[in-house]
């Protein structure tokens, strides 16, 4: 596909001779970055939103069909995670996957409705704010960063079958729970009693099983199964574990201050923004395929990688379920040849 003729589909959404910000990448069906147009599964448009020059639009085409697979609004034109607004992802076949609203600090908000490819209704979930405040517990996924944050009240109104047989209704029932368009990453599924957890539960990521037991939302007792039959224990605690480095996250930011060179080139032409690096941090805490989303040019992401790539300190690996598990990592870099 040209790029003249995706630009010309683009007209029809945003006027390109107004925007201020105006980008298109090509992307895998996993997600990743390609400069191969033939192998990209769909594209992305990030530009600036003609209505509000603060906000930028962030639309989604699958190259087959040139169907819309996702339309949302961003305060950060460098975060596809800073949606603000509704957002509204799409099967390849134009059916709506999931429609979400989020809030000004893009947490999500309101009722979020997934339907299946089929047309029918997967669920209908109410997210209301939580104004209590938490702490973190050390090394734990928290819903927001910081040390302190604020987890939204969630309820199931209501959850379908593919064939629209009621799961559940009112936080009530059985739960079958899984990502539609990517099934295969994570799945569980058991009974719920009042929105929580209740009773034994069960499920399966990165070709592992797991069993758990709960009571009105505790996690009593939880068994990981990887594909040899060996069980792994694990508490709340254990449960989800973000992978840390050495030092945590101020150390890593001064090391690669430290080491980053500026490209010749990318001074000459006074290259300023931020670009972001993403790896994957290893079961056994060593970091590999390194690539840069965003990349500024002119070496600036050659740069960032090759200093990463220096990096001989192993992490503290990520955990899921009590199993070390291979997480994806994404770290912003700000350069300001001013």
Same mark, same amino acid.
């Given at each position: 596909?040209?790029?003249?003729?995706?630009?010309?589909?683009? #007209?029809?959404?945003?006027?390109? *001779? !107004?925007?201020?910000?105006?980008?298109?990448?090509?992307?895998?069906?996993?997600?990743?970055?390609?400069?191969?147009?033939?192998?990209?599964?769909?594209?992305?448009?990030?530009?600036?939103?003609?209505?509000?020059?603060?906000?930028?639009?962030?639309?989604?085409?699958?190259?087959?069909?040139?169907?819309?697979?996702?339309?949302?609004?961003?305060?950060?034109?460098? !975060?596809?995670?800073?949606?603000?607004?509704?957002?509204?992802?799409?099967?390849?076949?134009?059916? #709506?996957?999931?429609?979400?609203?989020?809030?000004?600090?893009?947490?999500?908000?309101?009722?979020?409705?997934?339907?299946?490819?089929?047309?029918? #209704?997967?669920?209908?979930?109410?997210?209301?704010?939580?104004?209590?405040?938490?702490?973190?517990?050390?090394?734990?996924? *928290?819903?927001?960063?910081?040390?302190?944050?604020?987890?939204?009240?969630?309820?199931?109104? #209501?959850?379908?079958?593919?064939?629209?047989?009621?799961?559940?209704?009112?936080?009530?029932?059985?739960?079958?729970?899984?990502?539609?368009?990517?099934?295969?990453?994570?799945?569980?599924?058991?009974?719920?009693?009042?929105?929580?957890?209740?009773?034994?539960?069960?499920?399966?990521?990165?070709?592992?099983?797991?069993?758990?037991?709960?009571?009105?939302?505790?996690?009593?007792?939880?068994?990981?199964?990887?594909?040899?039959?060996?069980?792994?224990?694990?508490?709340?605690?254990?449960?989800?574990?973000?992978?840390?480095?050495?030092?945590?996250?101020?150390?890593?930011?001064?090391?690669?201050?430290?080491?980053?060179?500026?490209?010749?080139?990318?001074?000459?032409?006074?290259?300023?923004?931020?670009?972001?690096?993403?790896?994957?941090?290893?079961?056994?805490?060593?970091? !590999?395929?390194?690539?840069?989303?965003?990349?500024?040019?002119?070496?600036?992401?050659?740069?960032?990688?090759?200093?990463?790539?220096?990096?001989?300190?192993?992490?503290?690996?990520?955990?899921?379920?009590?199993?070390?598990?291979?997480?994806?990592?994404?770290?912003?870099?700000?350069?300001?040849?001013?």
């Amino acid at each position: 596909m040209k790029l003249c003729y995706l630009l010309s589909l683009f #007209l029809a959404t945003v006027n390109i *001779a !107004s925007a201020q910000y105006l980008r298109i990448t090509y992307h895998t069906q996993d997600g990743t970055e390609t400069k191969n147009q033939t192998e990209a599964y769909y594209y992305r448009i990030i530009a600036t939103d003609e209505n509000s020059p603060t906000l930028f639009k962030h639309l989604e085409y699958y190259v087959d069909g040139d169907r819309p697979k996702t339309v949302a609004t961003l305060r950060n034109k460098y !975060s596809i995670f800073s949606t603000v607004g509704e957002k509204s992802t799409f099967y390849p076949n134009g059916q #709506l996957h999931e429609r979400k609203r989020y809030d000004e600090n893009h947490a999500l908000i309101d009722t979020a409705d997934t339907y299946y490819e089929n047309g029918i #209704l997967y669920s209908s979930i109410l997210y209301q704010r939580n104004n209590t405040k938490h702490r973190t517990k050390k090394n734990s996924v *928290a819903p927001n960063s910081g040390e302190f944050g604020t987890k939204p009240l969630l309820k199931y109104l #209501l959850v379908h079958d593919s064939l629209g047989n009621k799961l559940v209704e009112d936080g009530n029932g059985y739960l079958i729970q899984r990502n539609l368009l990517q099934p295969e990453l994570f799945h569980e599924e058991g009974p719920l009693l009042n929105n929580e957890k209740h009773g034994d539960w069960k499920g399966g990521f990165q070709h592992r099983r797991f069993t758990e037991k709960w009571e009105h939302g505790k996690l009593l007792e939880g068994i990981a199964i990887d594909s040899l039959g060996t069980q792994t224990p694990y508490t709340e605690e254990t449960m989800m574990v973000a992978p840390e480095y050495p030092g945590g996250l101020v150390a890593l930011r001064t090391y690669v201050a430290q080491n980053y060179r500026y490209p010749k080139q990318a001074l000459a032409h006074r290259v300023s923004g931020v670009m972001h690096v993403e790896f994957v941090v290893e079961r056994d805490g060593s970091m !590999s395929d390194f690539r840069v989303d965003h990349d500024l040019g002119h070496g600036t992401g050659e740069e960032a990688i090759r200093v990463l790539k220096k990096i001989r300190k192993k992490w503290k690996p990520g955990f899921q379920k009590g199993l070390a598990v291979r997480v994806k990592y994404t770290l912003p870099i700000t350069l300001n040849a001013s």
